[in-house]
């Protein structure tokens, strides 16, 4: 019966993989012509994270350090939003290493009801 199982799942599987991989796609001919706003947001955008500058670790270190004062303390945006997504992204795993094996213990040896 466990083989049974193993195999209706994987057949389940491969056909849902298989479904979802096709899909129709439908041109249309008739296309109104944009305002143009996409192309000079995104340009905007990518002037105010200032993607044109270069960043050195040196600098990153140099502003993750409060006791540092010099004049290559302020990395360009992009750089900082990159390793405060990074900081964030860490304290996640961090918490989810150490909270879902406790709730998993608590849980499946009665401590939780």
Not at 101 to 109: D, E, I, V
């Amino acid at each position: 019966m466990r083989k049974f199982r193993n195999a209706a799942l994987a057949v389940a599987t491969a056909t849902t993989v298989a479904i979802s991989g096709v899909s129709v796609a439908a041109a249309e001919e008739d296309t109104t012509q944009g305002s143009g706003k996409g192309v000079s947001s995104s340009s905007e955008l990518k002037d105010k994270l200032g993607f044109d500058q270069e960043v050195t670790g040196e600098q990153i270190g140099n502003w993750l350090n409060p006791k540092y004062e010099g004049d290559n303390n302020n990395p360009a945006p992009w750089a900082k939003i990159f390793v405060a997504s990074g900081i964030a992204a860490a304290a996640a795993s961090v918490l989810g290493l150490i909270i879902a094996p406790a709730y998993n213990f608590l849980k499946y040896n009665g401590f939780l009801g």
